[in-house]
């Protein structure tokens, strides 16, 4: 299901006198990149991605509004969880678009297409927005298919009629296909998902691994990925470590809050959690002392989680030795409606997270990490995250 125009959508829908008028959401009211703009725009050519110089030109009219990223992510969140009604197996794929797996429910719910029919019901009633379906046997033929007719789409790809229909449509068209495996299949003439068959699985599994593989059965409508259901959030999500007895050096303090912060930055990311408030503790002789601090929106990103390590060392460390050291996420939650969607510097840490994320789970933890953390120890883990909340809790 992907919401048609949405952030524009919820510009027409909040603000009565931009109905049927052409609207584009900029970043900021001095931001001059359209986001996204609405069907009376598109209908002048105006795209998201052009300068607003440019859609003016194209559509005199055009009528700038400002991005409201709290709004669209509370429509957002309320949308998702009202889907919850439909299946439980539901996959929020970006604050817009979301996977809904009818496998598990057909025998109570009747067929597939009634079922798609009363989702968007469901998202009509709670938003009163539109948004185009799709639907088909894999996540990527059935996101294929909800791009097909909008707005107010519903297109139906059989199964055994995916890879048919799939045949022409170009590879850059499925979701996911660019950048060095969109070139790499370009050179080698493969530019539709029909061409894929002159192409050795084995081949593109020995360059890309699984990704590889996984994109040669995409184009021929086999999808293997399923449907990744949301899975209830965990209370809270830490990592702790014991340091050498007494340790007072705030360097070496440095390093460990670094060390935990990386950990579970990277924990919070593989689980598509991010939070908002986070417990900073470490063990002394006389006892724990943690304190909670907050960033400014929810976060990811292990930077910003050591940024509140280092306020601790600030706010409470006078020099005294510890012998622990523990970071933990006291409110995780999904990230699929961050808040600060717009923002180019989260967007620049976001992809140097991804980059590094993806090496890491390749080659294993920390092969790629912080220059600093190259003295890090390596001590085990020890504190369990519940022992930490109650420590928290009870102060
Ligand atoms: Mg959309």
């Not at 524009?8 to 900029?26: C, M, N």
Request: charged letters at 25%; a positive charge.
């Amino acid at each position: 299901m992907d919401m048609n125009a949405f952030f524009a959508s919820i510009e027409q829908r909040d603000f009565p006198e931009l109905r049927g008028k052409p609207v584009a959401v900029t970043n900021g009211r001095t931001g001059t990149c359209i986001i996204t703009s609405s069907y009376e725009a598109r209908s002048y050519g105006v795209r998201t991605g052009m300068r607003l110089p440019e859609g003016w030109r194209l559509c005199p009219g055009l009528i700038q509004r400002p991005a409201r990223p709290e709004r669209y992510a509370a429509v957002s969140t309320a949308i998702m969880e009202a889907l919850l009604e439909i299946t439980p197996d539901l996959e929020i794929f970006s604050v817009d678009e979301v996977f809904l797996d009818l496998t598990r429910c057909q025998k109570a719910c009747g067929s597939p297409v009634e079922m798609v029919r009363r989702a968007r019901e469901v998202v009509s009633r709670v938003s009163g927005l539109p948004c185009s379906i799709g639907l088909s046997g894999d996540k990527t033929t059935a996101k294929y298919a909800a791009k097909l007719v909008r707005p107010n789409g519903l297109t139906v790809i059989l199964p055994w009629e995916a890879r048919a229909r799939l045949r022409d449509v170009p590879l850059t068209d499925l979701c996911g296909i660019k950048g060095g495996i969109g070139g790499y299949l370009a050179a080698r003439g493969i530019r539709t998902c029909g061409d894929m068959e002159h192409l050795p699985i084995g081949e593109l599994g020995r360059r890309f691994g699984n990704l590889g593989r996984r994109i040669w059965y995409m184009a021929q409508g086999l999808d293997p990925e399923p449907v990744q259901a949301r899975v209830p959030s965990p209370k809270s999500l830490g990592h702790g470590k014991v340091m050498p007895p007494q340790t007072r050096d705030r360097e070496t303090l440095e390093t460990y809050l670094l060390h935990m912060s990386e950990r579970l930055g990277a924990r919070l990311r593989k689980h598509g959690l991010e939070a908002q408030i986070f417990a900073i503790g470490l063990r002394r002789d006389e006892g724990f002392m943690s304190y909670p601090y907050r960033t400014l929106r929810p976060t990811d990103d292990s930077r910003e989680i050591y940024n509140l390590g280092r306020a601790y060392l600030a706010d409470h460390w006078t020099g005294w030795g510890a012998h622990q050291v523990q970071v933990t996420a006291l409110d995780p939650r999904p990230n699929g409606t961050q808040g600060d969607l717009f923002l180019r510097e989260n967007e620049k840490r976001r992809r140097l997270n991804a980059v590094m994320d993806q090496i890491n789970e390749r080659y294993g933890a920390f092969t790629l990490a912080p220059a600093s953390l190259l003295g890090r120890s390596d001590m085990p883990n020890v504190i369990s995250p519940g022992e930490i909340v109650k420590c928290c809790v009870c102060r």
